[in-house]
């Protein structure tokens, strides 16, 4: 069975340019989640999906970032215009149910704004 | 919301030695509290986990432990090798997860 996929892996840009980061969650897992570290700091959450629906999307930094989860499989993450700080490792994680449940991660998208 | 503290930031063991690393966290409704293996250029691994009604559970050389009275829990790795070297993350979830820092575990041969 595939794991939690995501693409790309590495991605640098300069300031002011766009972004778009997929995540192909495991199939059947309706919970889709997407993180962010930063150098030293904490998985931050992000939002989450449920289906194609955006059930908690509390931790997105700003109107920037925009994420789509169309027909309730695979997800984007769309950064428009990205800023230096928005530098770090995105992460996408899928489980089958929300409340204590498993979450399996992708190997995480770095991105490099400067 | 649920604040995940974790310490410490970096740690490193000699080889066979044993490795603690503590969280604590602030939502009394938390009830699953994971443990993730991160190797380089990978995405966390699961590697234990303890659910609310279980003070402990461990799995070969891996422990958990959880005090709720106190809101701490702490992973145990005994006859610690190389191949332990990573950064582990903790993390406690009610409905939504929410991770500690990361401790970057050294393993010195």
């Known amino acids: 069975e595939a794991g939690v996929t995501q693409f790309p892996s590495h991605s640098v840009i300069e300031k002011g340019q766009t972004v778009t980061l997929r995540c192909d969650p495991i199939?059947?897992?309706?919970?889709l989640y997407w993180y962010r570290r930063v150098m030293g700091k904490e998985i931050k959450f992000l939002l989450h999906?449920?289906?194609?629906?955006?059930?908690?999307e509390s931790g997105m930094p700003n109107n920037r970032f925009l994420a789509e989860r169309t027909g309730g499989t695979y997800s984007t993450l769309k950064v428009q215009p990205a800023e230096l700080e928005d530098s770090g490792v995105y992460f996408c994680?899928?489980?089958?149910?929300?409340?204590?449940?498993?979450?399996?991660f992708g190997a995480g998208t770095r991105l490099s704004v400067l | 919301g649920e604040n995940v503290e974790q310490h410490p930031s970096t740690l490193s063991v000699q080889e066979g030695d044993s490795a603690v690393i503590k969280c604590t966290y602030s939502d009394s409704a938390s009830n699953y509290f994971p443990w993730y293996k991160q190797e380089l250029g990978k995405g966390p691994q699961l590697i234990i986990d303890i659910r609310s009604n279980v003070g402990e559970k461990k799995d070969q050389r891996i422990a958990v432990t959880l005090n709720k009275t106190a809101k701490h829990f702490s992973l145990h790795i005994t006859e610690t090798q190389p191949e332990d070297s990573a950064v582990y993350f903790c993390a406690a979830s009610d409905n939504d997860m929410r991770f500690g820092a990361g401790t970057r575990l050294t393993v010195k041969p």
């Open positions: 999906f449920v289906k194609e629906s955006k059930q908690d």
């Open positions: 994680a899928s489980s089958q149910a929300r409340k204590g449940s498993i979450q399996y």
């Open positions: 199939s059947g897992h309706d919970n």
